[in-house]
């Protein structure tokens, strides 16, 4: 090969993506990480300040999300895109969710646990990747399980003070792993099963780009649960009568999944309503008044 005189050997860069599966996903989820953190109700949830009501509606989703996740992991559980990392034992959240279930919404807990509609979307998506793309279900177990054993362990010590549960965990077995005595081990475990994974770079691609949308899911659903919880000036109606139980009941027409705020950036449009029969009349009558200084020439 000829090379120009003075010219300096480049080595190829190295490749700045991480070789391994779990670190390519913790670095591709770092920033939608802090952004879930950061979101007011997660805010809110780490300086103690959860209402049972709150905490209602949010293990209420949760409930949701796990019973949708795990349909979906049992579907895939003898493919090789998920089967190293099935860990039905350890990590199932379902059974867990139920208790809590009706530890909170009472025997009758099936009939009254509410699904919002961030909830829906998620459940939605859940379902389209088990169905149509199962090689990226290993981006949302990824995300909730490990987080779950990570972050979520000290979100269930300040739910049980800042509620005043029983140390027995009652209302919290969501958070209590008993097939998990050690998180720490168990996440290397999980880790070196997800770098097991064969894919190709396209796959891995996707996958990355699947756990970014699973945060941002959760990150809408912790914006919309927010706004719920916070009484707008206009709306002094109390959180529990907001319709979320029945979604048939409420008043208002339920906005459709598509129509349904993305995110905080998205502005209210209700103020927008009102104001079009003004300007409408305003036209006609400036219309009318041209037209008539016209004749009048
Ligand atoms: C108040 C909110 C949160 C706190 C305080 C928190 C805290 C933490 C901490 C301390 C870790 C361990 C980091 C490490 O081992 O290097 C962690 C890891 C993790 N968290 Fe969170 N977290 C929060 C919310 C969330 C949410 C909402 C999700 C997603 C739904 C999430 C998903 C994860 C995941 C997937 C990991 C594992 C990262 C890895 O090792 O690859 N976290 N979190």
Redesign the pocket.
Known sequence: MEMETGTKLQCPQPSRAPQDL?EA??EA?KEV?TQ??NTEF?RN??KGQVTPEAFKLVMASLYHIYAALEEEIERSRDSPSFAPVYFPEELHRREALEQDMAFWYGPQWRLAVPCSPATSRYVQRLHEVGRAEPELLVAHA???Y??DL??GQ??KKIAQKALGLPASGEGLAFFTFPGVPNATKF?QLYRARMNSLEMTPEVRHRVLAEAKAA?LL?IQLFEELQGLLTPKSQDQSPPQTLGLHHRASSQGQEPSLDEVPQGKAQLPSQSSGPLLPWVLTLLTFLVATVAMSLYAL
């Open positions: 779990s996903i913790k989820t990480h879930a953190e997660m949830f780490q990824y995300t909730r490990l987080g990570s972050g000290v979100l996440k945060f959760n």
